[in-house]
């Protein structure tokens, strides 16, 4: 199987590096591709985990000559949802007729679903990273600021704290743009009786959290209340409800049908949750589609949401861990409705 999904390779053997191709032979140890920047590094972090073969021209070439001395392996699988056809065209070439490909999907992320003990801990320090950088966020957020400014400090917090990386553009939006569920930061002025979203992540060890909190700026009206009370309430039942072994659409139904019972279904438009790992959006899937059972050991977010155009909208996403004997909540953050700045 040749492996070219880079957070797969990074699964596989521990290498961190932004080139590699990675070959698993059936019958032989796998051999990692790279090139000269990553030769110190790459044999620290990879240890017996693969071969390692610095290539000085292009890791397509040497792929090419590592599969023709693999004898007897006339198929060879490959990531279709992550194999571009310029590369595929490069690599098969005049040998395209050689091998029999065969197109495999999610192979890999599969494996990614279950984490293992060392894997939950980094995912934890990712979360409390996450939540002391938004305690102190909020401390220092104030009306008369942007969008903007807050993310700035908010990723300050973050990186001071220790965080590798922010693992996706940190959403903060305000007032009526607290209604688009995916907002990026913009210039936008926070002003007071509003409400201000963020959603946003850190990262250890490679591995992300995903945290949403939405507060109210200055003061709060009995409508924004009640809408923060009903998402609020469909978190924690979601939270405390879900199962391993549940179906993903059963998992999602408990916070929808909650959010539907209160005649908000309408607002809700988005899935409950997914996996997260050493990406921020992997398996298994919470929503209304998804039919596979969530696998035990798995990470998910719970993050329902109620949007009203034009108004504004409130999300609250917690990171649960999905132990044999019931769901874990990772995230501890307050779920009450906050007057800040
Ligand atoms: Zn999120
Ligand atoms: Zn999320």
Same mark, same amino acid.
């Given at each position: 199987?040749?492996?070219?999904?880079?957070?797969?390779?990074?699964?596989?053997?521990?290498?961190?590096?932004?080139?590699?191709? /990675? !070959?698993?032979?059936?019958?032989?140890?796998? !051999?990692?591709?790279?090139?000269?920047?990553?030769?110190?590094?790459?044999?620290?972090?990879?240890?017996?985990?693969? &071969?390692?073969?610095?290539?000085?021209?292009? /890791?397509?070439?040497?792929?090419?000559?590592?599969?023709?001395?693999?004898?007897?392996?006339?198929?060879?699988? @490959?990531?279709?949802?992550?194999?571009?056809?310029?590369?595929?065209?490069?690599? &098969?070439?005049?040998?395209?007729?050689? $091998?029999?490909?065969?197109?495999?999907?999610?192979?890999?992320?599969?494996?990614?679903?279950?984490?293992?003990?060392?894997?939950?801990?980094?995912?934890?320090?990712?979360?409390?990273?996450?939540? &002391?950088?938004?305690?102190?966020?909020?401390?220092?957020?104030? #009306?008369? +600021? #942007?969008?903007?400014?807050?993310?700035?400090?908010?990723?300050?917090? /973050?990186?001071?704290?220790?965080?590798?990386?922010?693992? @996706?553009?940190?959403?903060?939006?305000?007032?009526?743009?607290?209604?688009?569920?995916?907002?990026?930061?913009?210039?936008?002025?926070?002003?007071?009786?509003?409400?201000?979203?963020?959603?946003?992540?850190?990262?250890?060890?490679?591995?992300?959290?995903?945290? #949403?909190?939405?507060?109210?700026?200055?003061?709060?009206?009995?409508?924004?209340?009640?809408?923060?009370?009903?998402?609020?309430?469909?978190?924690?039942?979601?939270?405390?409800?879900?199962?391993?072994?549940m179906r993903g659409r059963d998992?999602?139904?408990?916070?929808?049908?909650?959010?539907?019972?209160?005649? @908000?279904?309408?607002?809700?438009?988005?899935?409950?949750?997914?996996?997260?790992?050493?990406?921020?959006?992997?398996?298994?899937?919470?929503?209304? #589609?998804a039919d596979?059972p /969530?696998?035990?050991?798995?990470?998910?977010? +719970?993050?329902?949401?109620?949007?009203?155009?034009? $108004?504004?909208?409130?999300?609250?996403?917690?990171? !649960?861990?999905?132990?044999?004997?019931?769901?874990? !909540?990772?995230?501890?953050?307050?779920?009450?409705?906050? +007057?800040?700045?």
């Amino acid at each position: 199987m040749l492996v070219t999904a880079l957070p797969n390779v990074r699964y596989l053997t521990g290498f961190t590096g932004s080139a590699a191709l /990675l !070959v698993v032979p059936a019958e032989a140890p796998p !051999v990692l591709l790279t090139d000269f920047r990553y030769d110190v590094q790459v044999r620290d972090e990879v240890g017996e985990h693969a &071969a390692v073969r610095i290539e000085p021209a292009s /890791l397509w070439s040497g792929l090419r000559d590592v599969l023709l001395g693999l004898e007897g392996a006339p198929r060879i699988a @490959f990531e279709s949802a992550h194999l571009l056809h310029v590369d595929f065209e490069r690599l &098969a070439g005049d040998l395209a007729g050689r $091998w029999h490909w065969r197109a495999t999907i999610g192979m890999v992320e599969a494996l990614r679903e279950r984490k293992d003990a060392e894997e939950l801990a980094c995912i934890r320090e990712a979360v409390r990273i996450a939540e &002391a950088a938004l305690e102190r966020t909020l401390r220092e957020v104030r #009306t008369g +600021i #942007t969008e903007l400014q807050v993310a700035g400090i908010l990723e300050h917090h /973050l990186r001071d704290l220790g965080s590798e990386a922010t693992p @996706f553009e940190t959403i903060v939006a305000s007032g009526e743009r607290s209604a688009l569920p995916h907002a990026r930061a913009s210039h936008r002025v926070l002003q007071g009786g509003e409400f201000l979203l963020i959603d946003f992540g850190a990262t250890h060890g490679g591995y992300c959290s995903d945290i #949403t909190r939405t507060v109210a700026l200055q003061s709060v009206n009995p409508e924004m209340q009640a809408i923060h009370d009903v998402v609020r309430e469909a978190t924690l039942s979601a939270s405390a409800g879900v199962r391993a072994g549940m179906r993903g659409r059963d998992a999602d139904g408990i916070a929808r049908g909650y959010i539907e019972g209160r005649g @908000f279904g309408e607002l809700f438009g988005h899935s409950l949750g997914h996996g997260i790992g050493l990406e921020v959006h992997e398996g298994p899937r919470l929503a209304r #589609t998804a039919d596979a059972p /969530l696998p035990p050991g798995a990470v998910i977010t +719970i993050e329902p949401g109620i949007y009203r155009p034009g $108004w504004g909208g409130v999300r609250i996403e917690d990171d !649960v861990y999905l132990a044999d004997e019931g769901p874990l !909540v990772l995230t501890s953050f307050p779920r009450e409705l906050l +007057i800040v700045g």
